[in-house]
């Protein structure tokens, strides 16, 4: 049978509830009661075969959990565990906790099948920081790290297992201050540092600490650009640290380009340079490895004893005496480079010392943006997560012959173009909005001077470190470089979400009834073809990894790249919404990969974290940034809940925190200025902000719900009843389509005139989803049959329509992804027959999909560059609704039947 919410919540009980029905007037009374086992899974399918900490939410129903006893929870013997609150559900239970599990102190084997129980033995121990003194000192037990709070040093010094360490790491940037394609162009090149303006913890427990380091890119005349967050994770018995490095671009792209923008450290070193070992990881799982004084293929054999050790990284044994006599004449190689200058080639370079010459050592297609320096005693290896993918990226050793090498990081690589944030045309005369609107309904760009700008966007990396008491063997080197390109990551099982009530009543996980076999078939299959578009048409680089494109050119063969309002998809009709769902409903661990890299890409790049636009995000473009609809509907808190609270992501909160407050641009960016919208005008203007009920209180519905549960802020609270309220007192509802938004209460303007708007887009970004949460949170009824009256007159018969609202609607866009609202109302008022209705409404594919739009194409050469599959017809926006439509049918009303 399918798992819909309405026969599977009959029993879902019982994977949360003990046998005594813990609700919140007996968790409150007694906090040290046992909860059941949670069960837990390897996103991967299988335990990590190297794992260096993991953190992970787990969502819990109303009234199941009033507070993490003192006990705490517990996941697997000998692996210390701590758990803290996410978020609330409004009677001041548990919604969501998060988790963060460290290594053993033993390196026992991690379990395949962990289950998360309640009330374990106890805390692993003390938080292993100590704040006392003028720096803040983390020892985990096989690292130590000071990290002072102000200067320009993200960490003064890491000691790590044996003799390897860190010290003096610092960010580094070079900005060229000319961005001119002409041949003669020489350009001035400025080198910037980080400059610390607070470093504090923000986290600590007996498994994790993690430090929230906040400043600007310096240079040495003081001008201040690029502000950062790093944050730095620390796992207790971890010797490795990761690093999420997040920056605002806020540079003039005309005038200025960076070169590059990376993370800098030192390497202590000793020993012979013979033995002091490089290695760069390959993302198919190869080795590169050399010694700096290589001493194989002399003249002179260094036979398999001397020969076998230096290639394993190991302490050499004595060096025969017709190599030793001439070991003095035998260069020491002591600077690499590897580049990954786009997604298929990349390239190592070594020599001996500035200004030598450079050597070509090895090429390949993909690097694993893993390397590896160290001697005998003590190693360092450090990764870039995605880094092919994020293209150019680059990895520097520098002076490994000398006392102290320099190891950079480059999220930009030096050796590549300059980062080109130029529009892609001069505005071709759309100097007013009637050009504008012209522009418009040609390429679906909507253009206006000086909105098509980067400045505030942003873009977040992350790295690792790792500190070992010798070179790490090929075998465990590759390990390391895997587990920082896929962080082994703890996920629950769809039934377990379900039954914690995770997010909206909108998705069910999948089923076995062969009647829904074909359309779950549909539904991989159309994820599969956009996962292997991303591969095909190699949708990478630094800012567009983790989008897709909007719409298909059959003509050219390819994705409309260069047109308009066509090319980057930033989340256009909920395309991120659609992913989460479908690994919700799935547990595909392809699915979770795909998702997270949009929700980093889309909340990153596609929003404006600073500057006149701040905090909305941009419509779909050939640039990311470049379209002049500035919306809350693309910075929408409900595309960033899903991974902030299944992963306990910090960087991702940061983002969701941003949006509290997101309304109060509406007044100065009116989305509908160019067809007619007016600012509020009157005595109160400065407190009103024209708010539409769709796509912006959808967001900041969300954005307010979120700050509200996480935080316990009363403000949002209560301006969040209040806009349900006045939302619920409209004349007709939803159906007005927007008013006037009182900023200081939240509260809409009534209207007085009663008049009825509507728009196909209001309900596809997010409007659903968030409404579904609302109304199972929320007890007002009023706003609930609001509501219910949109999902089911939205499509309904003429005559219906003109019976509740006084008038015809009119053709409406979009049927098939509302076909889900209808299902949605069924499910809530108990009506069946609404059920086979929504069905009918999906499969007639208004606006969407219909069964030939799947037909895939062969292309040949040499009519196109690259041979493949293609689907004329298709674009993301049918594709994203199709896809939420099914998942939420199957949700509310169970398996069609025909």
Request: net charge neutral; proline share 5%.
């Amino acid at each position: 049978m399918t798992i819909s919410r309405r026969n599977f919540l009959k029993t879902a009980s019982l994977l949360v509830t003990p046998a005594g029905a813990l609700n919140a007037s007996a968790a409150a009374a007694a906090t040290d009661r046992t909860l059941p086992a949670t069960p837990l899974r390897w996103l991967a399918g299988s335990a990590p075969a190297s794992f260096r900490g993991a953190s992970f939410g787990i969502p819990w129903p109303r009234g199941a959990l009033r507070e993490i006893a003192p006990a705490g929870f517990s996941l697997a013997e000998g692996f210390p565990l701590q758990s803290w609150p996410m978020a609330r559900w409004p009677d001041g239970s548990l919604k969501w906790t998060g988790h963060a599990l460290a290594p053993s102190g033993d390196d026992r084997a991690l379990p395949e099948n962990p289950g998360l129980a309640g009330s374990g033995k106890g805390r692993a121990g003390e938080a292993f920081v100590d704040e006392s003194g003028k720096d803040i000192v983390i020892n985990t037990g096989r690292l130590r790290c000071t990290i002072a709070r102000s200067g320009a040093r993200l960490f003064e010094q890491i000691d790590g297992p044996g003799r390897s360490a860190a010290r003096a790491a610092e960010l580094v940037a070079l900005v060229d201050e000319a961005a001119d394609d002409a041949e003669t162009t020489s350009s001035l090149r400025q080198r910037y540092r980080s400059l610390i303006r607070e470093a504090r913890v923000e986290q600590a427990g007996p498994a994790r600490v993690l430090v929230r380091i906040e400043g600007v890119h310096q240079r040495d005349d003081g001008r201040a650009v690029l502000p950062f967050v790093l944050r730095l994770y620390f796992y207790r018995n971890s010797d490795a640290v990761r690093i999420v490095h997040s920056f605002v671009y806020d540079l003039d792209e005309r005038t200025e380009t960076i070169r590059g923008i990376g993370l800098r450290f030192g390497v202590p070193l000793s020993g012979p340079t013979q033995e002091r070992h490089v290695r760069f990881v390959s993302d198919e799982g190869g080795v590169f490895a050399e010694a700096v004084k290589g001493l194989t293929g002399l003249r002179r054999e260094a036979g398999e004893a001397l020969a076998g050790a230096q290639r394993r990284g190991e302490r050499l044994p004595a060096i025969p005496p017709r190599i030793a006599q001439g070991l003095d004449l035998i260069p020491d190689f002591g600077d690499y480079s590897l580049l990954q200058a786009h997604a298929d080639a990349f390239t190592i370079r070594k020599r001996s010392a500035s200004p030598a010459g450079w050597l070509q050592a090895a090429t390949g297609s993909r690097a694993a943006g893993c390397a590896c320096l160290g001697t005998p005693e003590g190693s360092v290896t450090f990764g870039i997560r995605n880094f092919w993918q994020s293209h150019p990226g680059q990895l520097d050793i520098r002076a490994a012959a000398s006392d102290e090498a320099q190891i950079t990081l480059w999220l930009w690589a030096p050796d590549a173009p300059g980062m080109d944030m130029r529009f892609h045309h001069d505005g071709m005369g759309q100097t007013d909005y009637a050009s504008q609107l012209r522009g418009l309904d040609i390429t679906y760009e909507d253009y206006e001077p000086e909105f098509g700008r980067p400045y505030g966007v942003a873009r977040s990396s992350e790295l690792e470190l790792q500190f070992g008491a010798a070179m790490p063997q090929a075998a465990g080197l590759v390990n390391i470089a895997r587990r920082i390109q896929q962080p082994p990551r703890l996920v629950s099982t769809a039934a377990r979400y379900l039954a914690g009530e995770a997010f909206s009543e909108l998705w069910s996980p999948a089923g076995n009834d062969p009647r829904a076999a074909y359309l779950e078939a549909r539904l991989g299959g159309l994820f599969d073809f956009y996962r292997n578009e991303v591969e095909a048409r190699r949708w990478y680089g630094f800012w567009d990894y983790g989008d897709v494109m909007h719409t298909y050119d059959p003509y050219r063969h390819v994705w409309r790249y260069d047109v308009g309002g066509f090319a980057w998809d930033n989340s256009e009709l909920s395309t991120e919404v659609w992913l989460w769902h479908y690994f919700l409903h799935s547990g595909r661990e392809d699915v979770f990969l795909m998702a997270e890299a949009m929700s980093r890409h889309c909340g990153e790049v596609d929003v404006h974290h600073a500057g006149p636009f701040s905090p909305l995000g941009s419509r779909h473009n050939v640039r990311h940034w470049g379209d002049s609809a500035k919306q809350l509907r693309v910075s929408t808190a409900i595309n960033r809940r899903f991974y902030y609270y299944l992963s306990t992501d910090e960087r991702t909160g940061d983002l969701l925190h941003e949006q509290a407050d997101a309304v109060q641009r509406l007044q100065q960016v009116i989305a509908g200025r160019k067809v007619g919208q007016k600012a509020p005008a009157g005595e109160d203007a400065a407190h009103l902000a024209a708010v539409s009920f769709g796509t912006d209180w959808g967001a900041v519905a969300a954005a307010w719900l979120t700050e509200w549960e996480r935080t316990g802020s009363t403000r949002y609270r209560d301006r969040l009843l209040a806009s349900m309220a006045s939302i619920a007192a409209q004349p007709h509802g939803f159906f007005t389509g927007g008013g006037f938004m009182d900023l200081r209460t939240g509260a809409f303007l009534i209207d007085r005139e009663g008049g009825i708007a509507v728009s196909h887009l209001s309900a596809v970004f997010g409007l659903a989803e968030v409404c579904s949460e609302l109304i199972r949170c929320i007890p007002d009824a009023a706003f609930r049959k609001a509501w219910l009256d949109y999902c089911v007159l939205y499509n309904a018969p003429a005559a219906v329509q003109t019976q509740a609202l006084g008038k015809a609607l009119g053709p409406l866009n979009l049927g098939q992804g509302h076909a889900r609202l209808l299902g949605y109302a069924g499910l809530k008022l108990g009506d069946a027959a609404m059920h086979p209705r929504a069905w009918a409404q999906f499969k007639a594919g208004k606006a969407g999909l219909v069964e030939h739009d799947f037909e895939r194409v062969r292309t040949r050469l040499p009519e196109v560059l690259h041979a493949g599959d293609e689907v004329p017809g298709l674009s993301t926006n049918a594709a994203a609704q199709w896809g939420l439509a099914l998942i939420g049918l199957l949700a509310t009303s169970g398996t069609p039947t025909d």
